[in-house]
């Protein structure tokens, strides 16, 4: 495989799993579908589940899960058990295209530090990536990357402001360590809508990269305690050819609790 398309591929699959990989979380919808995570579990023994698809259009390669399943459990007080499992798709410009497992991700919230009138709640999310996918075939990784993040959230009223950002240890011939930063900021409009943005800064994860910053739209759609739809769309400000960023899930919360 060329040089330049084995770039753009490591490019995708690092962008989708910070699209739908860094964590899925509970109350008031914090996290998916935006890059940047929130430090808040699931209550003890209750569970998320998403249902989606993510997509990303680099120059003239299309990278997608369809479908992707995220499961996520208060197993512990303060403590969120997250598995994500995506069918992966891959079409570089002069490949055949391919459909398949892609890389499952494992991860455990850990709360430090709960929220009060004049602190932020706080918690650290590691996460590793296990090859399931194809590499050969643009479906995974063919590594372990571990990301090390730390995540922060105040909230007021309405509002929501959460952030923060890690360090990705990223192994593989071509293939740099790299940092992400990210913050958003969200608001209930009414028990059935919240809408929120973020900005996104991620360091360049292979050779021949460049640092680069970006942004997400989204939203929440609460049809009942138990039911959501999440979505978001976005694009890099500085990476011309990556025209496209998106995320589609269904979410439901057991027992519903909001």
């Not at 998320?48 to 259009?57: K, M, P, R, S, Y």
């Not at 409009?189 to 809408?195: G, K, M």
Request: aromatic residues 16%.
């Amino acid at each position: 495989m060329p040089p330049i398309v084995s770039a753009k591929i490591r490019f995708g699959w690092v962008t989708l799993g910070c699209l739908f990989a860094l964590g899925f979380v509970s109350v008031s919808w914090a996290g998916p579908p935006f890059a940047t995570d929130d430090p808040e579990p699931p209550e003890l023994g209750h569970w998320e589940i998403f249902l989606g698809a993510t997509a990303l259009q680099v120059q003239d390669d299309f990278s997608a899960t369809a479908p992707f399943l995220a499961v996520n459990w208060g197993g512990l007080p303060d403590v969120q058990f997250s598995l994500t499992a995506p069918v992966a798709f891959n079409s570089p410009t002069g490949f055949n295209s391919a459909y398949g497992m892609g890389d499952t991700q494992l991860s455990v919230k850990y709360r430090f530090l709960h929220e009060t009138e004049g602190m932020p709640q706080a918690a650290f999310f590691p996460q590793v990536n296990l090859p399931t996918g194809d590499a050969g075939k643009g479906l995974g990784e063919g590594q372990y990357p571990i990301y090390l993040p730390l995540w922060f959230q105040k909230s007021w009223g309405p509002w929501c402001s959460f952030g923060g950002g890690g360090y990705w240890i990223n192994p593989g011939s071509g293939n740099k360590n790299w940092v992400f930063l990210g913050w958003a900021l969200q608001r209930d409009l009414s028990p059935l809508v919240t809408l929120g943005g973020e900005i996104f800064y991620h360091g360049a994860s292979a050779s021949g990269q460049i640092d680069n910053m970006g942004f997400n739209i989204g939203g929440n759609l609460n049809f009942d305690p138990v039911n959501h739809l999440v979505f978001s769309a976005g694009r890099d400000l500085f990476q011309p050819g990556n025209q496209l960023t998106a995320f589609l899930a269904y979410r439901w919360t057991f027992p519903g609790d909001e």
